[in-house]
């Protein structure tokens, strides 16, 4: 379905979709890089109309269970009966249209949207099936807010916040949805760059880095490049001119204007990071993805020689990259020091997150122990802030 739908947009023949190239480097195939074609994917015309699409194929084999049903139903019908009425559809019937009458513009609004509309449709496709939409950057919709109000707010065994009442716990939710609907982390900037970073946990790592002093920060997921760059003024701030920071990802951080990296969550960084006078003295960027040997292996190269190390894990918030990402990164940490998986918060709101690759990691791990000390009421990160407290 989507390897027709995209032929249809780009007016080619299904044939000629490649299934494992870029969906950026179908629309721009001049692009001299897969960075130069997803910068000019977001300026597109055509981009908005492929995320409605891939909202609606996705919805169409999306499926879940039904609260005391017993079976399974499309999400996306769920979204449908909850605003127009209309019956839950069996499992025989998935692959069908999904909420009869609406347009792609509306389902889209309905179940949310996948967060990397340019990368290749087989990824996608398996992204949707697997985990749905709602592991992504969820738009507070009536059907996604009513999952949520229903199965993971009023359940004890989803109390995630470090508070004493269930009822403590909702509030923090329930301002929880309202900072993620708000998109408040994409207003936040720091020293003019794009940052993204929960104020709450900013000043837990902050204190974290002042008391543990290490010399080397690992960072996976840097996009705009402002959490380098606050973190390498807290190195600055707190007298440790010899620390590094070394920050991973997959595309450069982007700027306003900038037209060959991805521009992260619909924000540009504003101001290019890499030229801050902090980044220039602390900061090495790594492009890769932070589960592959040659970008381990510069890690764990600069990691060795007994330097104190800590870890922020701040990608791919999936379940099997981030449970990849602590098995590969976190026993580089040192006595003392932490492993932080960062926006633990997402697995409430999901089936799959990092809060279960957590919890396996800690089965496994005997010498690290989960720090709940660290998160100062509302967290983006119940759960995750992990110390290492031996060695095996």
Known sequence: DLKVELAKLLNIEPSAVDIKKPVSMH??????????????????????????????????????????????????????????????????????????????????????????????????????????????????????????????????????????????????????????KLKIFSKQY?????????????????????????????????????????????????????SKVITIDITKPSIENDTTGYVWWQEAGRENPTQKPTWKKYVTFIQGSSTDKSVLDQVRKAASGGKKVMVLLDSNHGYDHVYREMMSLCPLVTLGSYCIVEDTKMSRWSSDGPLEAVHWFMDLHPDF???????????????????????L
Not at 129 to 156: A, D, I, S, V
Not at 217 to 242: C, D
Not at 378 to 388: D, Q, S
Request: glycine share 8%; net charge negative.
């Open 27 to 180: 629309f721009s195939p001049n692009s001299k890089s897969t960075d130069e074609a997803a910068g000019a994917f977001i300026k597109d015309p055509r981009h908005a109309e492929w995320m409605s699409t891939l909202s609606f194929v996705m919805s169409k084999y999306m499926i879940m269970e039904k609260p005391g049903s017993g079976g399974q139903v499309a999400v996306s019908t769920l979204a449908c009966a909850d605003s127009n009425g209309k019956e839950y559809k069996s499992v025989s019937e998935i692959g069908g249209e999904p909420c009869p009458g609406m347009s792609k513009e509306e389902v889209h609004g309905k179940i949310g949207f996948h967060a990397l509309p340019f990368i290749g449709i087989e990824t996608i496709a398996h992204d949707a099936l697997k985990y749905g939409t709602c592991t992504k950057p969820p738009m507070m919709q009536q059907g996604f807010g009513h999952w949520l109000k229903t199965t993971r707010m009023f359940n004890e065994s989803w109390k995630t916040f470090d508070v004493e009442t269930a009822d403590q716990d909702h509030v923090l939710l329930l301002f929880d949805m309202l900072y993620e």
């Open 190 to 242: 720091w020293l003019g760059v794009a940052t993204m970073q929960n104020p709450f946990d900013i000043m837990a790592i902050a204190n974290i880095i002042y008391e543990t002093k290490p010399d080397l920060l690992i960072e996976t997921g840097t996009a705009n490049g402002g959490s380098a760059v606050l973190w390498s003024s807290i190195f600055e701030l707190s007298g440790l001119h010899s």
């Open 369 to 391: 122990e989960i720090d709940r000390s660290r998160e100062l009421m509302y967290t983006h990160h119940p759960m995750g802030y992990v110390r290492r407290v031996k060695y």
